[in-house]
């Protein structure tokens, strides 16, 4: 089906979430999921916290990263990053985020204060890494197997428009087709600039965020998938001996680096709820793309079942509502505040 990539989540989910609720049924739990990843919250579905994430991993694997009080004066905030260390640019994200909302790279005092009096919540002062590439790697283990599956390798590159000298930018994210359908957001977030011509073979970036949901372009790495790339991850998946299901999005040098355990940095860790990318980018169909997301949902399952027979507990229908009530009301906020906030 043409363009079923762009279509909206529950368009695109709807017609196999009697799978789902199935898994539901079977588990007699609404969130059979959460004994998945037992250490993250909400099994890492929605809602949980970069902070937890990173002390599971292993030191170095991650960027350098402060957590800030958004309540703080600006004046105590800038002195305890200046002292931790930090020079610009660096990154900043809320602590509990998706979609990339609010995350920005700030280059000085005036950028940084504009950024800390608008968060309403806890975010992070991160090292900005430069290696050049970002990648996916789903993965899966089996808690009582040694060896994992990376069912999942791809490539995020950066929504942007190449200028050619006579046309504005406005003009040039109208004839992209994947700016098309996201229009209304870039028009907002670069309104500044839309008279202006870019030059003849600039590369304007419209969102440093390499999310598909804020345009970013995934490109399937398969044939790349290797025992050396496995070792990598299932080392990762033992370290803390709990993350058993999900995706990792990681920055690194280059490929071959990546598959021999260095020059690499774990952005982050998304659970149970993480969709597996790699039914964008490889040209699937709508129904091969569904294959693919009923065999990791049997697979979330699976994993979610063992470990609650041996002792993790699903949540309890109301903790589970009122957390994810939460959480959606969290992610409202920061969509809308990433819309308004310029930098």
């Not at 002390?55 to 991650?62: E, F, H, I, R, T």
Request: contains cysteine; glycine residues 6%.
């Amino acid at each position: 089906m043409v363009n079923w990539e762009t279509w909206h989540y529950l368009a695109k989910y709807i017609p196999i979430m009697p799978a789902w609720l199935w898994y539901c049924i079977r588990s007699r739990s609404f969130w059979f999921f959460t004994p998945s990843n037992p250490t993250l919250t909400f099994g890492g579905f929605e809602g949980e916290s970069k902070k937890e994430m990173y002390a599971q991993l292993p030191p170095g694997s991650y960027p350098k990263t402060i957590f800030i009080r958004h309540d703080l004066a600006f004046e105590d905030v800038l002195k305890q990053v200046k002292e931790s260390g930090y020079t610009y640019p660096f990154a900043v994200k809320p602590d509990v985020g998706m979609m990339g909302f609010m995350f920005r790279t700030i280059s000085n005092d005036e950028e940084f204060r504009q950024y800390h009096h608008a968060m309403p919540v806890e975010y992070l002062v991160q090292e900005l890494v430069n290696y050049p590439l970002e990648l996916s790697v789903f993965y899966y283990r089996f808690p009582n197997e040694e060896k994992g599956t990376i069912t999942g390798f791809i490539r995020k590159d950066s929504l942007s428009v190449t200028g050619d000298g006579t046309s504005t930018l406005l003009q040039l994210m109208e004839s992209y087709p994947r700016v098309r359908f996201r229009l209304k957001e870039m028009k907002s977030k670069h309104k500044d600039r839309l008279d202006d011509v870019i030059p003849n073979g600039e590369v304007y970036y419209l969102s440093k965020a390499l999310n598909l949901s804020r345009g970013g372009k995934l490109v399937s790495l398969a044939h790349e998938k290797d025992e050396r790339l496995l070792k990598v991850f299932d080392d990762l998946s033992h370290y803390a001996g709990h993350f058993y299901y999900g995706r990792y999005d990681v920055k690194c040098s280059s490929i071959e680096d990546l598959k021999q355990g260095k020059n690499f940095s774990i952005l982050e860790f998304n659970g149970s709820g993480a969709e597996p990318h790699h039914i964008y980018g490889n040209n699937n169909t709508l129904i091969e793309a569904y294959r693919i997301v009923l065999h990791h949902w049997k697979v979330l399952y699976a994993i979610s079942k063992y470990n609650e027979r041996n002792g993790i507990e699903y949540w309890d229908f109301k903790k589970g509502y009122k957390f994810l009530r939460k959480a959606k009301r969290h992610f409202r906020q920061l969509k809308q505040l990433d819309l308004e906030t310029q930098l």
